[in-house]
């Protein structure tokens, strides 16, 4: 079955950087597009970024654009989020998701917080 285990979240400051990972297991990882999700408190969960198979292309929401690199290692079966100049609105809990599977992990909590 499908696992996602989201790590390296954690505190920051406003302008700090932090650099998200999702192992995942159970499927081909090189056969699907994978992507990073957030739901903050009390709003709806948000696509954030997406990357291709290959890694050779990726799309992001507009308020992390230029902040934010989606990634991949097809042979570690992982995908990456580097988030820089952090601001308090990226506080949220950070999800990966394949394709378009139901399966989410746990997620990892992001707090930019002075």
């Known amino acids: 079955q499908v696992q996602l285990v989201e790590s390296g979240g954690g505190l920051v400051q406003p302008g700090g950087s932090l650099r998200l990972s999702c192992a995942a297991s159970g499927f081909i990882f090189s056969n699907y597009f994978m992507s990073w999700y957030r739901q903050a408190p009390g709003k709806e969960r948000e696509l954030v970024a997406t990357i291709t198979t290959a890694g050779r292309g990726t799309n992001y929401a507009d308020s992390v654009k230029g902040r934010f690199t989606i990634s991949r290692d097809n042979a570690k079966s992982t995908v990456y989020l580097q988030m820089n100049s952090l601001k308090p609105e990226d506080t949220a809990l950070y999800y990966c998701?394949?394709?378009?599977?139901?399966?989410w992990g746990r997620g990892t909590q992001v707090t930019v917080s002075p």
């Open positions: 998701r394949v394709g378009v599977r139901p399966e």
